[in-house]
Structures are given as C-alpha cells and as structure tokens.
C-alpha cells in the first residue's frame, strides 16, 4: 500500500531553509542542512538517499521550491527519473527533463496527490518540501510518515517548518533512528486517532 | 573538568512548554513533553534520569521556571538534594528545602554559573530550563553539551526553545541518540571555533 511520507532537512532551531535563501535570492551552495547528502556524507547518508529513491515512486514539491531549484537541479535533474507533481495556483504545461523526470504543475495538494499516487503504483510518494507544502500536507492529514534529517546546527534564521500555531497536538512514533556526523535521520509514523 | 550542559525536552515543532503554560497558568499536568519522565517512562528512560542525577553537582534554572515550579514540585522538591541555583535580577534570601536542596537566587548568568560550579565540585552543572534562560546560555557561549529529549509529538503552540534570530550558526555534534517511545534522546557537544 502507497505511503505519503515528508522528508525534509531541519536544524536544530527548526529552520528548513539558510538564513539568505529566498526564491529570489537562492543560495550559493547547497546549505549546510544538506550536508549530510554533500559534503559530509558517509556510507551511512548514501544508503538513507538510496534507500529514499528505492520506496518513491512519485515526488510532489511546491512551486517555490521548484522555482528555487529549477536552474541549480540543472538538466537532467537530481530525481533520478521520477516523475515530479509542483503544487501551484498557476499550472502551465508540464517539462519533460532528460533523464525521464517530466515536472508537471497540478493545482492544489489533493489534486497533486492524487496524480502521484497513480504515477508511483506500488512504491511511495514523498513530499520533499518546502515548509509551506509540509505544513499543508500536515494541516490536512495526508501524511503517514516522516522522515526527518536533524543537522546538528543552530542556523539562527530562515524558513521555520513548523511556523505556525495549530489547533491540536499532531502524535507520532518514532520509528527508526540513524545517526551519522551530519545528521540524526529520524523516522515517524502519524499516529491516527 | 566540569561541563556545562543545556538539559531540555522540546517538541519536533520546537516547543518546550504546553500552549496553555505561563507562570500565571501552571499546566495541570506534567505535560506531554515531559511523558518519558512519567505517563511513559520506560526503563531506557529511567536510565537517563539516572545517569543525569548521577553526573550532576548543581542545577541551574531561570526565575520563570522556578515560579511556575515551585509549588507543583513541592517540599521535598525533585532536585534529589542537589543545590538549585535561580537566576533573577531580583534576588531573596535562600530557602532550604526537605532533602537538602537549598533554591538559592543569584543575579546574572555569570554570577550563577560561578556559584553553581564551585558547589557541583568535581560533577557537572545543568542548565535545566526554561527556554529564556537556556538561550542566555547559548547565546554566551557558556555551554559545554546540550541534552535534548525530543517528544515525538507536534505541540502547536507554547514556548519555543529557539526564538530569535542569532548572527551566525552554532555548530554541534551528536555524541548519542537513545530512542524511546515518548523521546529521542540527543546528546550534542558544542563545537568550538
């Protein structure tokens, strides 16, 4: 059965983003939450990036992060062939990328969800951000699990993931715990009431 | 050599208090974040209780804690006879408590530190909240490690253990990750530049 999973990047202060990074502005350097998949990867991070292409079946990001990553994901773009959903208010004719990867920009995160699950079949969709997606996806239920790459890192600025006040506790389980220099990649399962 | 170290139970949304705790509305209960040290304390757990009582020759906490705590924990307190140390701008003669705990105020991050190293001998100084303080600490420099209990539960809302911006990252190392059902427990060591 098809698992929806987030995965996201966080540090320590809860930011999923450098302090200067903005679409406008888009960072340098792929930013030291991703040093566990960049510059201080060990065997331990290549198997956990493995590991996620090997469950996903289908990937849905929103459009900022799309319009951030667009040009530095390049062409053929880092998804190893899945197909992409951008989650937009604006869809225009979807992109198809070297490598098998086609970008299709579907209107709303029910819609987009829908469409990845009939593109995964068998295997996962993962949300891989950014924070607002997340937090809509997490807002409405649709998550089952989470995986979270903790960096060891007070950035001090950026884009919160959790930004905002909610109504009621959201419960998980920890389910899997792997740590390595650059980050603790922690597992969750969304409890349902 | 003693060490400095932050000890603090947040939520994955960054949370370190309930959304309805302030010094004028005590939570009922210990709270959610805290369920590794009751409702759902497991041996692992107990074990890391344990293990920081044993390491620990004095407690420092901030003013605020020390209002809401004070009648909640009672006479004797749950400081297992160790010296407790508040830091307030408005310090008040001492008060020895059952079991040998004496709450004594002092005026100044500094000033507390000094006191509390000289009573913890050769053991080791916890910073154990509240998040105001914590921060003081961190934002000095003054913390040697810190230990974070991470609640797999999403609050909604209270305190935020990190909630400003800061100049530039701080950088940690995890030196150890113990999975319960109610907590992640991450040891982290500050690095220094």
Redesign the interface.
């Known amino acids: 059965m098809t698992k929806t999973y987030l995965d996201m990047s966080m540090s320590?202060?809860?930011f999923v983003t450098d302090?200067d990074a903005s679409s406008q502005t888009p960072s340098e350097d792929p930013g030291?939450l991703h040093d566990w998949m960049f510059a201080r990867q060990t065997p331990a991070d290549t198997e956990m990036v493995a590991e996620r292409y090997a469950r996903t079946g289908a990937v849905v990001i929103g459009r900022c992060m799309f319009d951030v990553g667009f040009k530095p994901w390049g062409d053929p773009p880092p998804f190893r062939g899945l197909p992409v959903f951008i989650v937009t208010h604006d869809p225009k004719p979807a992109i198809p990328m070297k490598g098998g990867t086609v970008y299709t920009f579907v209107n709303g995160i029910d819609a987009a969800l829908t469409r990845a699950k009939e593109a995964a079949g068998e295997r996962d969709v993962g949300v891989w951000g950014g924070a607002d997606l997340a937090m809509q996806y997490?807002d409405a239920g649709l998550l089952d699990e989470m995986e979270?790459h903790?960096a060891?890192?007070?950035?001090?600025?950026g884009k919160?993931?959790?930004d905002r006040?909610?109504?009621?506790?959201?419960?998980?389980?920890?389910t899997r715990?792997i740590?390595t220099?650059a980050a603790?990649h922690?597992r969750?399962r969304f409890t349902r009431a």
């Open positions: 320590l202060d809860g302090p030291r997490l979270l903790l060891p890192i007070a950035l001090g600025g919160r993931l959790f006040k909610r109504p009621s506790p959201i419960e998980l389980t920890c715990t740590s220099p603790t922690l969750f």
